[in-house]
């Protein structure tokens, strides 16, 4: 089960990565509680207000691949449940598209609430961060 | 339900507030797949860490009062459900120790994930981070 889980939360990230805001609607449970945090920003409450701001990113981001390192899914209701956590680290490569094909790197964290509904898992609630890293200061 | 819900929830800002973590650690579910973010920091997994945060963050505060606006509660599964997904926002008043009476703000926005266990509602997931708000230009 934990199996069909990670792959829902992998659809996601290709759904962003191609802009393909259908695999984006179908990887949402259509309800007005659902909840998005983007890193940063306030929090955005509804499917339909969720999907906006998830079509209007994509039209804007340019080139951006996720490498989710430690991901891992808990069941807090036990292996037959029907709820999901899943958390993971992501790791970003984007595209400034209006430089000279370089490349920036970026890394936030999530915690995603995926149900299972009619025998798909689907997208309940997902809060992502940046981490802010502590600079080192250099002896002088 | 959400009543008994928003009462636990409410509880854990009563912990942090009061530094009580006898209090902190009842409202957890005692598992090693839990996790916690804190504003801008990585995921912490497991209940020991997640409290060790606690413990060494609740020692460092000082004053610190939470002021907590669009708290909503989501019942994935329905209302008899045993998830609650709820999210709000902190609007944060904490004292500098080391200035002179001196208070300062934040803002941040939190989804945490609790569920029932032997009839009472616990923590299982929790992620905080800050928001980030946008400058105003002034045109000169």
Chains 1, 2 share one sequence.
Not at 32 to 61: D, F, K, Q, Y
Not at 67 to 90: I, K, M, R, W, Y
Not at 112 to 140: C, D, K, N, T, Y
């Amino acid at each position: 089960m934990s199996q069909d889980v990670l792959t829902a939360h992998r659809a996601f990230y290709d759904a962003v990565e191609t802009g393909d805001l259908d695999l984006m609607t179908s990887l949402w449970v259509d309800d007005t509680t659902t909840s998005c945090v983007h890193p940063g920003a306030e929090i955005l409450h509804g499917t339909t207000s969720v999907l906006r701001s998830w079509t209007v990113l994509m039209a804007n981001l340019g080139y951006i691949q996720f490498f989710l390192t430690d991901v891992q899914v808990q069941l807090p209701l036990g292996p037959d449940g029907d709820v999901a956590v899943v958390t993971c680290t992501e790791n970003i490569l984007s595209g400034q598209e209006m430089a000279d094909d370089s490349f920036t790197g970026g890394k936030a964290v999530c915690t995603s609430v995926l149900v299972l509904r009619g025998g798909r898992w689907q997208f309940w609630s997902r809060h992502a961060s940046p981490v802010i890293e502590v600079q080192e200061v250099e002896e002088p």
